[in-house]
């Protein structure tokens, strides 16, 4: 089992940038991928990025690529979604995600989540 728990979230402008921490516990943190997803209101849960378990591989959401950031720090068990030039659709309720293995692929699927974190840009 893995324990996931969120912090970070927060309300900012357009253009700002904000950091999400998603701190682990339960099975040997460098042994699984992690990622994060997001869920917009109205909206299916999606994929804004991976990271495998050593940090070697990561993937992005296209929406994300270029001003969105993820990286792991496996002495603290703890991986980062760093958020830059926030737009307004960047707007939902952020999770933070744990594998069964150590690799993200396309389609990946979590085995793990948390409760999630609320991001909202404003225009």
């Known amino acids: 089992q893995v324990q996931l728990v969120e912090s970070g979230g927060g309300l900012v402008q357009a253009g700002a940038s904000l950091r999400l921490s998603c701190a682990a516990s339960?099975?040997?943190?460098?042994?699984?991928?992690m990622g994060w997803f997001r869920q917009a209101p109205g909206k299916e849960r999606e994929f804004v990025g991976g990271?495998?378990?050593?940090?070697?591989?990561?993937l992005y959401a296209d929406s994300v690529k270029g001003r969105f950031t993820i990286s792991r720090d496996n002495a603290k068990n703890t991986v980062y979604l760093q958020m830059n030039s926030l737009k307004p659709e960047d707007t939902a309720v952020y999770y933070c995600?744990?594998?069964?293995?150590?690799?993200?692929?396309?389609?990946?699927?979590?085995?793990?989540w948390g409760q999630g974190t609320q991001v909202t840009v404003s225009s």
């Open positions: 339960g099975r040997t943190f460098s042994s699984y991928a």
């Open positions: 990271i495998s378990w050593s940090g070697g591989s990561r």
């Open positions: 995600a744990a594998g069964a293995g150590p690799w993200v692929i396309d389609g990946w699927s979590p085995a793990y």
